[in-house]
């Protein structure tokens, strides 16, 4: 037969203090923050550099979009 007192899932284990489990919380949380925070950016400067050479061909990374078109690369793989 269980008890009520003898089945805690939700609890804290007992030789955790509360101060080391929120810390625990706190650090987790800021690393998740901190990996969608660059993982955002890069894909922001990503899509900023690719946009800008799209439209300024004549620049360094417009010529080199042009020498490395994305369509080369999908026709590539299309063939494996």
């Given at each position: 037969?269980?008890s009520s007192?003898?089945v805690?899932?939700?609890?804290?284990?007992?030789?955790?203090s509360?101060r080391q489990?929120?810390?625990?919380y706190t650090?987790?949380?800021?690393v998740?923050t901190?990996?969608?925070t660059?993982?955002?950016?890069?894909?922001t400067?990503?899509v900023?550099?690719?946009?800008?050479?799209?439209?300024?061909p004549?620049?360094?990374?417009?010529?080199?979009?042009?020498?490395?078109?994305?369509s080369?690369?999908?026709?590539?793989?299309?063939?494996?």
């Amino acid at each position: 037969q269980l008890s009520s007192s003898n089945v805690n899932l939700n609890k804290i284990p007992p030789n955790v203090s509360v101060r080391q489990h929120s810390a625990l919380y706190t650090l987790r949380t800021v690393v998740i923050t901190l990996l969608i925070t660059v993982l955002i950016l890069s894909l922001t400067v990503i899509v900023s550099t690719y946009i800008y050479a799209y439209r300024h061909p004549t620049s360094p990374p417009g010529m080199w979009l042009l020498e490395h078109r994305p369509s080369n690369y999908i026709a590539r793989f299309k063939n494996f």
